[in-house]
């Protein structure tokens, strides 16, 4: 039919209803999802700004997905993201919460990326991180990757401002000692630059090792960011 429909001139079809009907089947596995979404968007502090990822990344996603003729569900997508919600299903009450709940957004973000055309899927490699980094886990990250962060800024802090040792996460010229607290870990700042440099890959419409270089430079960016941070709160 789709060839049919080319060769009268006419564009193709939209996917077919069983691309449909996978989504509709990804969006039912993972229903917990959507509850404990809205929960933390709406009721823990600071965490509505990973909504706002989740909606660009709709909005990115369904322009591609209306902007050129349309083409069959990619199967392995498919079979990655059925994988996904296996594995999310049989291992439900048996694995931490929120990394059920990555692997479940991960499912979602395959089938997504199954239903774009191949040439525009290869535009899209950004999409499947920027659907993870909207969920909103950022007190939970913060506890395990906090410490490290803090202690990278120490040490970068410590490299430009003379006389000055890190000590773990402080700075310590003999005389006193200062601390980066976990607000200052730069954890928020890395999870910014993450999602401007999915946008902008996006928005580019940049190829996989293009958005890859892009995602790299982003997190050097922001680790050496919150090292001059560290570096201007000590003088402060």
């Known amino acids: 039919f789709q060839s049919w429909c080319r060769r009268a001139g006419s564009p193709a079809p939209p996917?077919?209803?069983?691309?449909?009907?996978?989504?509709?089947?990804?969006?039912?596995?993972?229903?917990?999802?959507?509850?404990?979404?809205a929960d933390?968007?709406?009721?823990?502090?600071?965490q509505w700004p990973s909504a706002l990822a989740?909606?660009?990344?709709?909005?990115?996603?369904?322009r591609m997905l209306t902007s050129g003729p349309a083409?069959?569900?990619?199967?392995?997508?498919?079979?990655?993201?059925?994988?996904?919600?296996?594995?999310?299903?049989?291992?439900?009450?048996?694995?931490?919460?929120?990394?059920g709940y990555g692997v479940a957004a991960a499912g979602l973000a395959a089938v997504f990326l199954a239903l774009l055309p191949q040439n525009r899927r290869r535009e899209m490699w950004a999409l499947p991180l920027l659907i993870v980094l909207s969920l909103p886990v950022m007190p939970s990250v913060?506890?395990?990757?906090?410490?490290?962060l803090r202690a990278?800024?120490?040490?970068l802090a410590a490299l430009w401002l003379p006389g000055v040792d890190a000590a773990g996460a402080g700075l310590a010229d003999g005389?006193?000692?200062?601390?980066?607290?976990?607000?200052?870990?730069?954890?928020?700042?890395?999870?910014?630059?993450?999602?401007?440099?999915?946008?902008?890959?996006?928005a580019l419409r940049l190829s996989g090792m293009r958005t890859l270089a892009v995602l790299v430079l982003a997190t050097i960016l922001a680790i050496l960011g919150n090292g001059i941070r560290a570096a201007a709160l000590?003088?402060?």
Not at 54 to 62: D, E, N, Q
Request: proline share 11%; aromatic share 18%; charged share 5%.
């Open 234 to 236: 000590f003088l402060a």
């Open 71 to 99: 083409a069959p569900p990619a199967p392995p997508f498919f079979f990655a993201a059925a994988g996904l919600f296996v594995f999310y299903a049989a291992c439900a009450g048996r694995m931490p919460l929120l990394l």
């Open 40 to 46: 933390r968007w709406l009721n823990w502090e600071g």
């Open 15 to 37: 996917p077919p209803w069983q691309g449909w009907l996978c989504l509709a089947a990804g969006l039912a596995a993972c229903w917990p999802l959507g509850p404990w979404l």
């Open 142 to 148: 913060q506890f395990v990757f906090g410490y490290p």
């Open 152 to 155: 990278a800024a120490a040490h």
């Open 175 to 202: 005389a006193r000692t200062v601390f980066v607290d976990p607000p200052c870990s730069g954890l928020r700042m890395l999870w910014a630059a993450l999602v401007l440099g999915c946008l902008c890959a996006l």
């Open 54 to 62: 989740l909606l660009a990344a709709l909005v990115f996603w369904t």
